[in-house]
């Protein structure tokens, strides 16, 4: 269905989700009762991973929250192939390539490569200097703050206007239900 919607950025939720969850199995398997490091280069693209994991899944419940939000607004149920794939493109700018980018401001923030943890396996470092907050800690805290921002005035509307809303959603060809909208909104 989320396909079909052209809804990218739940797309992108789920799959920065499943990228994340294989990391941490192999993680917990490699390093099942071992300190010593197999796998050194799994540590180097696995940690880069999960440095952009820590901003994509943020950024992923954003683009989910800006969608809901236009509809809820009720300017973006029905609209035409070009605007659909204009909302693709920056989903997928704000969802891929801003995390490609973080995972590569995050090489001058990193003391080493990685940290390895008993029964745990490897994670990313981050010098905690000034710049090491303002590059990489602070974005995943300032981008959930906009989501939730979005998500409250989404929820705001929505209660405004519920009338409207249903009516509006039974009318229009996007397959999106009252239903699907709280799930959405529940997921960002």
């Not at 990685?114 to 000034?130: K, R, S, V």
């Not at 998500?151 to 809303?165: Q, Y």
């Amino acid at each position: 269905w989320h396909k079909q919607a052209w809804n990218s950025a739940t797309c992108y939720m789920m799959m920065w989700t499943v990228i994340g969850c294989i990391i941490y199995l192999v993680n917990s398997i490699i390093w099942f009762g071992e300190l010593h490091n197999p796998a050194p280069v799994w540590c180097d693209i696995a940690t880069k991973v999960l440095v952009g994991l820590s901003v994509a899944l943020p950024l992923s419940s954003l683009c989910i929250n800006r969608r809901l939000y236009n509809i809820a607004r009720m300017q973006a149920v029905n609209i035409d192939k070009k605007m659909k794939r204009r909302n693709v493109i920056i989903d997928t700018i704000l969802a891929v390539v801003c995390p490609m980018i973080f995972m590569a401001v995050h090489y001058t923030q990193q003391g080493h490569r990685f940290d390895i943890f008993e029964d745990y396996g490897c994670g990313p470092t981050t010098y905690l200097t000034a710049l090491g907050y303002v590059f990489v800690v602070i974005p995943p805290i300032l981008v959930c703050a906009v989501s939730f921002v979005y998500c409250t005035l989404s929820i705001r509307i929505f209660l405004k206007r519920r009338h409207e809303f249903n009516e509006m959603l039974r009318t229009s060809s996007s397959g999106l239900t009252s239903h699907r909208y709280l799930r959405l909104m529940t997921l960002a």
